[in-house]
Nanobody, 128 residues
Framework: QVQLVESGGGLVQPGGSLRLSCAAS????????IGWFRQVPGKEREGVSC????????YYADSVKGRFTISRDRSKNTVYLQMNSLRPEDTAVYYC?????????????????????WGQGTQVTVSS
């Protein structure tokens, strides 16, 4: 059974950092790409970052480039999203997602349907 569990969210002041974790079970990250997405109530879910299983390529939304870093630990079957220099506009529920057939990841909103499995989400709030 494929399962994704996010953790690491919380309340942080502007300029602060958080590291989100996405623990995977029921499949191996060696063959499945992982994407991080976020959503604010009333708005469309948007792609933040992803890492491809094929070659480890990473992609970032323009709004987070230079501040966020995605990585994976194969030994723990976990993907991380290190978020630095956080801004109030980063406030959202963050989700990780995967599909066991997805070798090249995407964060394009129009391709959300490629991800068959989603975690429950973790709240990130950036506020002073």
């Amino acid at each position: 059974q494929v399962q994704l569990v996010e953790s690491g969210g919380g309340l942080v002041q502007p300029g602060g950092s958080l590291r989100l974790s996405c623990a995977a079970s029921g499949f191996t990250l060696d063959y499945s790409s992982i994407g991080w997405f976020r959503q604010v109530p009333g708005k469309e879910r948007e792609g933040v970052s992803c890492i491809s299983s094929s070659d480890g390529s990473t992609y970032y939304a323009d709004s987070v480039k230079g501040r966020f870093t995605i990585s994976r630990d194969r030994s723990k079957n976990t993907v991380y999203l290190q978020m630095n220099s956080l801004r109030p506009e980063d406030t959202a529920v963050y989700y990780c997602a995967t599909d066991t057939m997805l070798r090249v990841c995407t964060i394009a909103t129009r391709h959300l349907g490629l991800y068959a499995y989603w975690g429950q989400g973790t709240q990130v709030t950036v506020s002073s």
